[in-house]
């Protein structure tokens, strides 16, 4: 994508506890303090929403320069400005850094507002840490221990409010535990423009609710949840499975939809928890859908392949892989290549891509595709393609309009034409080949993760592995190059998919010395003028842009 | 909906459409209000169907009404009665017996009334026979007749609580404003026609009495000359922050490009303030000629008036006074052949006092709740209403510059004292002998002689023992006390000298040298027989019950503080609350978004301070009294469905481990 040459942003000069930084005009003194080291702890803040600044917890001590009667500011001794700091202590949330601006976040007095606002916050809300989903990841545990009082000065009974609300079909509320903060409130009608949420009632009574003709069930409501700086909001599939301390957590990105949203995988022993979005303003800003988000149980169904089969005679037994892979060489040998279909995948990784594309060429295959996934976009993260690496295809070959060769396949499989189908990742009934024909085919090599009709009528089956369990890249519609890691390991005897393509193309030719996801990588680095100079390492956590779509038509 | 169209009279469909045209086309939401009002007119209350109707009406979302329903105390969600009765229970109110007049008056009515301690609102209890409901309200802006109570739209005064019975059958016989003439030590300007027995509110008795000529004169001015004017009469706001009007004025560029509004704040209810009451119901014509004036100086081609709900005959007065006005194309299309277009319309609170504060009465009147806005960057007069340059002015206010305009600027100056000119209202009420309004050159009158020779001093046999001199959110001041305060001697220097509180200035300057503020005018005197823990808990409970609860440290705090008088109150007071009570309102003061913050602070900070003994000695017990558990572990796990099943998931491990393949 073509860089904009832009001015150098306009600089001015401020003072965060007695050291004088320089920051971008516009730069909101909260985040201004932080930048300089200095975090402010805050609640009702959040630099992706409008700014409320209700919950007084970034209140800090400003000044301005003092002015002399020239209208200029008078200098100190040390030649900088001299500040007439404001009596009142003012939140750091609401307002951008200004020439010559004084901040103090450490003052006495400082401090004293954010002990009394955590002391606030702290009287009417219930010690139920023990079992409250957020422990461990709750700012308000957090501040407390840093600006709270050991023991608490409050006698009184504490209002009592509802828990335990299904404010939509994903989303659990608990209304005691709710700061008010109306980050959620903010969510909703600013970036999803969906006006679900809102404050009923008055004073400490005030509530947190939806409507009950209108629920909480936009495609997004998870990301109050990750919003939610306590445990009021919790999501309704995470809530109660596990401790946040005990998650692994590994940097991804969403594989639902073309978009790509830069991901956290909660994990642990093997087992997906949860799956949150991670900053990424190229792609997803801070958030990521429902759908996407949720979209990982199928990982971990009963529907798994676990052990690699063979058609022995009319019966389908386990194999050993080299036994399987073996199997799939000599049957596919038996065969020319205009007799061979690849069906791929646009879920595949740009590596996985590269080895089909060089198992097409090893065995003399032309027709070849990816399944298109198309539906209706909603014009915020999800995309009208559904596949995350329909991109990839493309640049590796494997298609130049997704899914124009499809019908060839199915008519020369129907027509008798195509002897051997391999599907990777794909199911060929959904290109409109009924079971029948399948089982008619003399090979039919199928590359899956879960069961299905076409793994029934397989003649090798290869089990291999989801998003959250390999290694890999994909381009996202934008054009965008980025990186899976790896979360868990993959169940039974299932294979990573690149191991299983390379064992393919060896067992048909012979050759050697890929040992590694890198040296595929290299390898594609090579030929794809894209990827030139680029590694898996190269990639970061946050991608790189390798495609300008505005120059593809 | 169908549902509800079919139950839509067509004389209400029409008010609603009317209600909506008052507002901008693209501003709809601003006719929430009105719309839920006159919903509640029509069916009594506003149940879930109202609350879908009219926000598809609006084209909001249902949540957008919900919130609004239960934020403003007079919109109900359930029916009350044929007969509504609200007993003022704020402080003036509270001295003079509003409690025992609601305990008669539910003993009368047949009416168990249940506290809902954990409740917001003051409960509506009905009567077993549904005939007659009641509840208890906050201030009601009639402090100087108190006790007083609404019987349906109706104000009752002077409510005898042995004779609260007459409340349920015939209370028009109730009313009795009778206000003595003027005192000697008055200065009537904006009050000259009130109380007279030859005024009516009507255009007619205003134009007789060379009414809107100040109008016509303004119109020949420039707006620059009229913003001048108001800026040499040293006008200070009359609603409690005493801001300089003209500097607010000129906050306004004369080339602005969007569309100026200028809303007049009739949201009157600091508690002990009555005066914008008497304005609006005896000369509305005064305030309307106050705000045309300011239209035209400002060039806002829209004037709104935010009435406070509990003042529904006092909109409607000002209803005919706008229709009577345009009549006579004081306000309308070319007004008086200027080719100035401006319009007037009335907006009607329902019953929060959190919108007397500028921004929040900006967020009500678009609509929404009346949370008030951070400042920076939402100045009223740059960001304000639909985020338009915007001037709020109190009532008494915006009249004074009707008389600026008659008199000039300068001689406007002249009365009054340097940086406090003009007259103010002040309002008497609390334990004096003749509480009530009186309009004084500002400063020209001490507050003993406010007290003593103008409301008459104490009752019989009684001392003052402290005065809150500027509305309930003033810091309360001690009859003993002595303050060091500057003042003109009688040869003209200034001097700093030591005086009694009764010989304090009533001006704004005096009164901030004293540590308290002139506020809204709304003098509360209390004697010697008042209870300090008692009466704080009273200003406790109002401002717990008015705070928006937007921010933390109000939302909090205001309730912790009542609480903690609450228990003083019941036996249970710990040696540490008086000092609990003066942190806790040391970390609401200056931290919050908006000034309720010091109005809630203020009370407690000044009564525990100033009466250290009396809080003392309710203080007394080592330990707190036990309470209950709030959960006990079963009751949280049974709350919150805690699944102790192992989970369902099992994707094949397990098995392939056993056989060695992983």
Redesign the interface.
């Known amino acids: 994508m073509s860089e904009q040459v832009l001015a150098p942003p306009q600089l001015v000069n401020v003072q965060i506890n007695g050291v004088w930084h320089q920051f971008p005009k516009g730069t909101r003194v909260i985040e201004a303090c932080e930048q300089a080291g200095s975090y402010v702890p805050r609640y009702c803040y959040h630099k992706k929403l409008s700014s409320p600044g209700n919950c007084r917890m970034c209140l800090i001590e400003m000044g301005l320069p003092k002015m002399g009667p020239d209208r200029k500011p008078e200098l100190g001794e040390d030649g900088k400005p001299v500040i007439n700091w404001m009596p009142r202590p003012q939140i750091s949330c609401a307002q951008d850094v200004s020439e010559g601006m004084g901040v103090r976040t450490d003052s006495p007095l400082a401090q004293e507002c954010r002990k009394g606002v955590m002391e606030f916050l702290l009287i009417n809300h219930p010690l139920d840490c023990p079992i409250c989903d957020q422990a461990g990841e709750c700012r308000l545990q957090e501040f407390s221990v840093e600006y709270g009082n050991a023991e608490s000065r409050f006698l009184e009974n504490k209002v009592k409010k509802p828990k335990n609300i299904d404010l939509g079909p994903r989303v659990t509320l608990d209304d005691e535990r709710c700061i008010l903060c109306s980050r959620c409130i903010r969510f909703c009608q600013e970036i999803v423009h969906d006006d679900v949420l809102g404050f009923i009632d008055r004073g400490s009574h005030s509530v947190l609710t939806a409507h009950p003709g209108k629920r909480l069930e936009n495609n997004y409501s998870l990301n109050t949840v990750d919003i939610c700086p306590v445990g009021a909001l919790t999501s309704s599939d995470f809530r109660f499975q596990m401790r946040v301390w005990f998650l692994k957590e590994t940097k991804s990105f969403c594989t639902s939809c073309a978009t790509g949203c830069n991901t956290i995988i909660g994990t642990r022993e093997d087992m997906i928890y949860r799956q949150t979005p991670r900053e990424n303003n190229a792609v997803n800003s801070s958030w990521m859908c429902d759908y996407g988000r949720l979209n990982f149980g199928y990982l971990q169904s009963d529907k798994r392949l676990l052990q690699p089969e063979i058609l022995s005679g009319d019966k389908r037994i386990a194999a050993e892989w080299n036994v399987a892979i073996t199997q799939a060489a000599v049957q596919l040998k038996h065969f020319a290549g205009w007799e061979i279909a690849i069906l791929a995948s646009g879920r595949m990784t740009n590596e996985e891509l590269w080895l089909t594309s060089q198992l097409a060429k090893v065995l003399g295959i032309d027709l070849i595709d990816i399944v298109p996934r198309t539906g209706p976009t909603d014009d915020i993260l999800f995309s009208a393609d559904r596949n995350p690496n329909t991109n990839g295809a493309r640049v590796l070959g494997v298609t130049s309009v997704p899914g124009t060769r499809l019908r060839d396949i199915a008519d020369g499989i129907v027509a008798g034409r195509v002897k051997a189908l391999i599907a990777l990742g794909e199911n060929p009934i959904d290109i409109g080949l009924t079971i029948a024909q399948l089982k008619m085919l003399p090979a039919l090599v199928v590359m899956n993760i879960l069961t299905d009709d076409a793994t029934q009528a397989a003649t090798v089956l290869l089990p291999s592995f989801g998003f959250a369990e390999k290694r890999g890249s994909m381009i996202n519609g934008k054009g965008r190059l980025q990186r899976l890691n790896r979360a868990v390991r993959g169940p039974g005897q299932a294979r990573d998919d690149w191991e299983i393509l390379r064992d393919f193309i060896q067992a048909c030719s012979d050759r050697n010395g890929i040992y590694s996801i890198e040296d595929v990588f290299r390898q594609m680095s090579e030929s794809i003028p894209q990827f030139a100079g680029l590694s898996l390492s190269k990639i970061g956590d946050l991608g790189v842009q390798v495609l300008n779509m505005e120059a593809i038509p | 909906m169908d549902l509800t169209n079919t139950l839509i009279s067509t004389g209400l469909a029409r008010k609603m459409d009317d209600a909506i045209r008052r507002y901008p086309a693209d501003r709809k939401r601003s006719a929430a209000m009105p719309l839920l009002h006159s919903w509640q007119e029509e069916f009594g209350f506003i149940g879930?169907e109202g609350?879908?109707w009219i926000a598809e009406k609006l084209d909001?979302?249902?949540?957008?009404i919900?919130?609004l329903v239960?934020?403003y105390p007079m919109f109900r969600q359930a029916p009350a009665s044929k007969k509504h009765i609200r007993v003022c229970r704020t402080l003036s109110c509270a001295m003079a017996g509003s409690y025992e007049v609601m305990e008669k008056a539910c003993a009368a009515a047949g009416i168990v009334r249940h506290r809902d301690?954990?409740?917001?609102?003051n409960p509506i209890s009905v009567s077993t026979d549904g005939k007659y409901s009641i509840e208890f309200v906050e201030c009601l802006a009639s402090c100087g007749t108190a006790p007083v109570c609404m019987v349906q739209d109706e104000l009752i005064e002077n409510v005898e609580p042995g004779a609260v019975s007459a409340l349920l059958t015939n209370h028009q016989s109730l009313i009795s404003h009778h206000q003595p003439p003027p005192h000697p030590l008055e200065h009537r300007l904006i009050f000259k026609n009130i109380g007279r027995a030859d005024w009516t509110p009507d255009i007619d008795c205003y134009l007789r009495n060379g009414g809107y000529e100040q109008l016509r004169n303004a119109v020949k001015m420039s707006r620059t000359e009229i913003v001048n004017e108001v800026k040499t009469s040293g006008l200070r706001g009359r609603g409690g922050a005493g801001f300089p009007c003209g500097v607010k004025w000129s906050f306004i560029k004369p080339d602005e490009k969007k569309p100026v509004y200028l809303i007049c704040n009739a949201d009157e209810s600091e508690p002990g303030t009555f005066k914008d009451r008497y304005i609006i119901h005896e000369d509305p014509h005064q305030l309307i000629e106050g705000i045309l004036i300011s239209c035209f100086a400002l060039n806002a081609k829209t004037g709104y008036i935010y009435i406070r709900g509990e003042f529904p005959e006092g909109a409607q007065i000002l209803e005919r006074a706008i229709e009577e006005a345009r009549e006579n194309n004081f306000l309308g299309q070319n007004m008086l052949g200027t080719g100035f277009d401006v319009e007037i319309y009335i907006h009607r609170g329902a019953g929060?006092y959190i919108c007397g504060e500028e921004t929040g009465l900006i967020e009500s009147l678009e609509g929404k709740?009346a949370?008030p806005r951070?400042k920076?960057?939402y100045f009223p007069a740059v960001l304000g209403l639909y985020m338009c340059p915007t001037i709020v002015n109190n009532v008494e206010t915006l009249c004074h510059v009707k008389h600026i305009v008659d008199m000039g600027g300068a001689n406007y100056a002249r009365l009054g004292r340097p940086n406090n000119t003009g007259t103010r209202i002040v309002c008497v009420s609390g334990d004096v002998q003749r509480p009530g309004y009186f309009e004084i050159e500002v400063g020209a009158v001490t507050l003993g002689q406010l007290i003593y020779d103008m409301a008459g001093g104490p009752r019989y046999g009684r001392n003052v023992k402290a005065v809150i001199p500027g509305g309930s959110s003033a810091k309360v001041l001690r009859a003993d006390e002595r303050f060091k305060l500057k003042l003109k001697q009688p040869d003209g220097t200034m001097a700093e000298q030591d005086v009694s509180l009764f010989e304090i200035p009533m001006d704004f300057d005096s009164l901030a040298a004293a540590g308290s503020m002139a506020g809204s005018g709304g003098v509360i005197v209390l004697d010697d027989t008042r209870d300090m823990v008692w009466t704080l808990n009273n200003i406790n409970e109002f401002y717990?019950?008015?705070?928006?609860?937007?921010?933390?440290?109000c939302?909090?705090?205001?309730?912790?503080m009542k609480?903690?008088t609450d228990?003083m109150l019941l036996g249970g007071g710990?040696v540490?609350d008086p000092d609990?009570l003066k942190t806790v309102a040391?970390?609401i003061a200056?931290?919050?978004?908006c000034a309720f913050g010091e109005a809630c602070a203020w009370p407690t900070q000044s009564f525990v301070e100033k009466f250290k003994n009396e809080f003392n000695q309710r203080s007394q017990k080592p330990a707190?009294p036990a309470?209950p558990p709030?959960?006990m572990p079963g009751e949280?796990?049974d709350?919150?469905?805690?699944?102790t099943a192992p989970?369902p998931?099992?994707?094949?491990?397990e098995?392939?481990a056993t056989a060695g393949?992983?």
């Open positions: 879930d609350v879908r909001l979302q249902p949540i957008n919900l919130e239960t934020f301690e954990n409740g917001m609102h929060a709740r949370y951070i920076p960057p717990a019950h008015e705070s928006c609860g937007q921010c933390t440290p939302r909090e705090g205001s309730l912790w609480k903690i228990r710990v540490q609990t040391d970390n200056g931290r919050t978004i707190p309470m709030e959960y949280l796990i709350h919150d469905k805690i699944r989970l998931r099992n994707p094949g491990w098995e392939t393949t992983i």
